[in-house]
């Protein structure tokens, strides 16, 4: 799989707009952009995921760079739920294993 | 069920008896994975079944790790001889054909002493 670059950490004030960025300079034109979240104590949990298009649903919404080599997930309203390990993946058109990166540590300030 | 399963959600056992944690994956979901986390650590795969084909064991960290899955759907990872640094969180996922979303289990925290 093709590799991805995250911000180690972020923080973040409740109620506020969260955009967290990822690089995939190396991306291909198969190559869906998913992105997942680990709370604490819990398994990953799905958030959105994406081939060229922007798009949106109830948890968040992803938008994709022209060129495809830079995504940004955007949390409209952060909650303290939303604190948690956010990862960015880039998976074929397949169901082939997702490959974990280290993620980027959302805090989420009351 | 409504979600991945996994049993048991922590197990104990002593450095050298043999384990065996449960996936039941969400019903009709073709593919499942197994990874597992240590402590602080990030997601590491260990193995891929998709439908009928071969699985992809490229993940298992040694050949004490070994995993079945029956009839397409419940699965069973093995861990014979478990040593200390075995000792991590577990979490089974499944997926369909139809998207290509993941769902994951609560996972089996396993701790050998």
């Known amino acids: 799989d093709a590799k991805t670059t995250q911000p180690n950490s972020m923080e973040s004030n409740e109620e506020e707009p969260v955009h967290l960025p990822c690089n995939h300079s190396t991306i291909s034109g198969t190559d869906y952009i998913h992105w997942y979240r680990q709370l604490p104590s819990q398994g990953p949990e799905y958030v959105i995921h994406?081939?060229?298009s922007n798009v949106n649903n109830r948890m968040a919404s992803l938008a994709i760079a022209e060129d495809r080599k830079s995504s940004t997930l955007i949390l409209h309203r952060a909650t303290l739920r939303d604190a948690a390990v956010y990862y960015c993946?880039?998976?074929?058109?397949?169901?082939?294993?997702?490959?974990f990166g280290k993620g980027t540590r959302l805090s989420v300030i009351a | 069920g409504a979600g991945v399963s996994q049993s048991p959600s922590n197990k104990v056992t002593e450095k050298g008896k043999d384990v065996e944690l449960r996936c039941d994956p969400i019903s009709g979901h073709t593919a499942l994975y197994w990874y597992r986390q240590s402590l602080g650590q990030g997601l590491e795969f260990l193995i891929y079944?998709?439908?009928?084909?071969?699985?992809?064991k490229s993940g298992l960290p040694s050949d004490r790790f070994s995993a079945e899955r029956t009839g397409g759907s419940v699965s069973t990872l093995t861990i014979q001889r478990t040593q200390q640094e075995d000792s991590a969180v577990y979490l089974c996922?499944?997926?369909?054909?139809?998207?290509?979303?993941?769902?994951f289990g609560s996972g089996t925290r396993l701790t050998v002493v």
């Open positions: 994406g081939l060229t």
């Open positions: 993946i880039l998976r074929d058109g397949g169901n082939t294993p997702l490959v």
């Open positions: 996922a499944s997926s369909s054909n139809a998207n290509r979303v993941s769902l």
């Open positions: 079944f998709q439908g009928n084909s071969a699985p992809d």
